[in-house]
């Protein structure tokens, strides 16, 4: 069975860091892409950035510059830095992955962590 854990919220104050992690584990093939999303209150999930295999990476406009992703690949895990936070950031964070179990494959999502941004 295919679980995504995440891990690295918390509170943190304007102009601060935040580093989420989140590792992939089942019987995995592969994964492509690997990412993340947020949802704020009241408001829609929505991206913030995604990785593929290739390396491509696609940012939401209001992250980039701020935010890098990246993966370990041997690991089956991806990873958000989250530089510079500004209270808008406040959501809960969800890692997405999309994976190949070999005769299936799907979207799974991980159970979502808390990131509030406030002094």
């Known amino acids: 069975q295919v679980r995504l854990v995440e891990s690295g919220g918390g509170l943190v104050q304007p102009g601060g860091s935040l580093r989420l992690s989140c590792a992939a584990s089942?019987?995995?093939?592969?994964?492509?892409?690997m990412g993340w999303y947020r949802q704020a209150p009241g408001k829609e999930r929505d991206l913030v950035a995604t990785?593929?295999?290739?390396?491509?990476?696609n940012y939401a406009d209001s992250v980039k510059g701020r935010f890098t992703i990246s993966r370990d690949y041997s690991k089956n895990s991806v990873y958000l830095q989250m530089n510079s936070l500004k209270p808008k950031d406040t959501a809960v964070y969800y890692c997405y992955a999309y994976i190949y179990e070999g005769w299936r494959s799907g979207g799974y999502w991980g159970q979502g962590t808390q990131v509030t941004v406030s002094s």
């Open positions: 990785l593929t295999d290739g390396g491509i990476t």
């Open positions: 089942g019987s995995i093939v592969g994964i492509d892409p």
